[in-house]
Structure formats: C-alpha cells, structure tokens
C-alpha cells in the first residue's frame, strides 16, 4: 500500500513525483518530460555536429571527422597527381594550363568532402531566444522543503506561462 | 523586467557567443580547404579571388541549412552568419594558396 502524500495547497502546480514505484498491474502511458533540445527530429543528415547523446552512431561526431580526413586524403593525392603531371610535361616541354580531367575531380570531390566536414563538424548551434525549450530560465531546485512562496512576490505581475523544469 | 515593450530583445549571450564562435571555425577550415584546393589546381591571379568568393557563398548556404534557415532563433542578426569570418578568412585562403601552389607547380 504506497504512503499517502500530503494535500497539495499552493498555489503553483504540483511538481511531478519522480520517486512513485510503479504498481505492476497498471500500464502508465507514458508521461511526457520535457527533453533538453531532442524535440526537432527533423534533422536526417546533421549527425557529425551533434553532441553524443544519440546512440545511433558508434561516434556521433566521428563521421565528420572521417569525411574530413578523407576529402584531405583526396586533396593530397590530387596534389601528388598534379606534382608527377607537370613533370610529365616538363618532359615533354608543353605549357601547364591545368590539371588532367580526373585530378580536377578528384580536388572538387575532397573539397565537397571537406566542406561537409567543415559545416558539421563544429558545435551545433544553440537557440539564443529566451523563451526556447532549450533555454529554461526558471528552475526548481532538488529540495522544495525550504522554499516559501507566500512573499512580497505575490504582488508583482507574474508571467502566467512561466515554464517550471525540474 | 517585463518582456514586452523592450527595445533590445533579450538573447541569451553565450549561446550567441558559441554560435558565432563554430561559424568562425567553418569558415577559418573552408577558407584554408578552398586555399589548398586553388593551389593545386593552378588558379593564379583574380580567377583565385573569384573561386574564394564562391566558397564562402556555398559556405553561407551550408551554415543557413545548418541553422534549419530560422536565422533569427540562433543569431541577433542576418549579417553575422552572412559576412562574419569572410575577410579574416581571405587571410587563410591567401596563405594556404601560395603555399599548396609553390609545392605542387614551383618545387
């Protein structure tokens, strides 16, 4: 027979009870809890800048770092290409113009890896707005049994949708 | 203290401050990226500037998919994901450029 809890009586919402044992009997729906920044899943092909909290890949981060070394990979055997080209053509006396056709895509194949790397790879972006699912302002504290609520406070205008986390 | 009828909208500083920080970073490796890349391939003179300019405008448009294009929600203005890092970058490209072309086509 779980304890009895105490009528709740302020005025603010009662916080959720994280400390119930579930009954075995009852199947809960599950209750929503506000997660930190994991509301949009809309992201299908942002995994290299996120931080590590998704278990879906071995390293969340590490696929940016792969394609990176692997477009500079492609850069410095394009480099290693064009070296041994110009000394064909020294050879053969004729003017550089440009790289042979494959070497161009080589170069433009690691650059697109690179640049892929280099826009995922950095910290995510963090919403700079107040009043974002990321950016709580106002917190409970773990102990509720020495806050008092009925203060001066009372008077001031209060923010209706003030946002408790826990 | 209320939210509304302010003239500067309150943003959360270091949340700015990261942002622009990682938009630094993209630019600063894209621009040394886009310097080996212009070395190899034998760019000398304007058409170099001309190939830096269009990195950094596939650039912006990376970042913009980056921030899901609510610019608003993750910077205070347009211009900063637009145009910061762009000449501090010029530097970088400049440098790496003269450098990936002197080791492929000089030595």
């Known amino acids: ?166 | 203290m209320a939210a509304t009828g302010d003239d500067v909208p309150i943003i959360q500083a270091e949340n700015l401050t990261s942002n622009v920080r990682s938009i630094l970073y993209s630019r600063t490796f894209l621009s040394i990226t886009g310097g080996v890349v212009a070395g190899i391939w034998g760019f000398t003179g304007l058409t170099g500037f001309i190939f830096y300019f269009l990195i950094m405008m596939v650039a912006s448009l990376g970042l913009l998919a980056k921030s899901k294009f609510s610019v608003h929600s993750y910077f205070d203005s347009w211009s900063r994901i637009l145009v910061e890092g762009v000449f501090g970058g010029l530097m970088s490209f400049v440098l790496f450029w003269t450098f990936a072309y002197d080791i492929v086509h000089i030595f």
């Open chain 1, 1 to 166: 027979m779980p304890l009895k809890r105490r009528k709740h009586r302020l005025p603010y919402p009662a916080p959720p009870v994280s400390s119930h044992r579930q009954p075995a009997q009852h199947s809960r729906t599950p209750r929503r809890i506000a997660q930190p920044d994991s509301g949009s899943g809309k992201q299908p092909h942002r995994e290299g800048g996120r931080r590590s909290s998704s278990p879906r890949l071995a390293s969340a981060m590490g696929i940016g770092y792969v394609l990176g070394a692997i477009g500079g990979a492609l850069l410095v055997h394009a480099a290693y290409a064009t070296i041994q080209y110009r000394a064909v053509l020294k050879i053969t006396e004729e003017e550089f113009s440009h790289p042979p056709f494959d070497v161009i895509i080589q170069l433009l194949v690691g650059l697109a890896l690179c640049m892929w790397a280099g826009v995922s790879v950095p910290a995510k972006f963090l919403s700079v707005l107040p009043h974002s699912e990321e950016n709580r302002i106002v917190s409970l504290p773990a102990n509720l049994d020495f806050m008092i609520f009925n203060h001066r406070g009372r008077a001031l205008p209060s923010d209706a949708d003030l946002k408790l986390k826990i």
